[in-house]
């Protein structure tokens, strides 16, 4: 993953999990594309104040991540479902239908048990 896609999806499953004061900085840094200078003047605090607090929760973020694993399962079944997906609209003769239809079956309960 590349480092704004993993930052905005820990921050989606684990955003409201930091401090309303953490949110609204990472929130300025990461969706409205402040600049550490912005964010400090707006805030009311230094600009390498602001560096460590964006650190400091992609830490706290990315912890909870890897006690939780949420991102990754959520991945792991986008995926699966995905795969279910072309499966699904894939054509064919008779028997390629059933092998892909089989192959659903076994995607899908991959994924139940998964959830």
């Known amino acids: 993953m590349d480092k704004l896609y993993e930052q905005t999806m820990l921050f989606d499953f684990y955003g409201e999990l930091l401090t309303e004061h953490q949110r609204n900085v990472y929130e300025d840094a990461l ?14 605090i230094s600009r390498q104040g602001v560096h460590d607090l964006i650190k400091r929760c992609d830490r706290i973020l990315q912890d909870y991540e890897d006690r939780l694993h949420l991102v990754e399962r959520f991945s792991k079944a986008k995926q699966t479902v995905g795969r279910i997906q072309k499966l699904a609209e894939a054509g064919g003769d ?22």
């Open 94 to 115: 008779t028997s390629v239908m059933q092998s892909n239809l089989k192959q659903i079956g076994n995607l899908s309960r991959e994924l139940l048990e998964e959830l």
């Open 31 to 44: 969706y409205n594309d402040m600049s550490l200078g912005e964010i400090a003047e707006e805030k009311g």
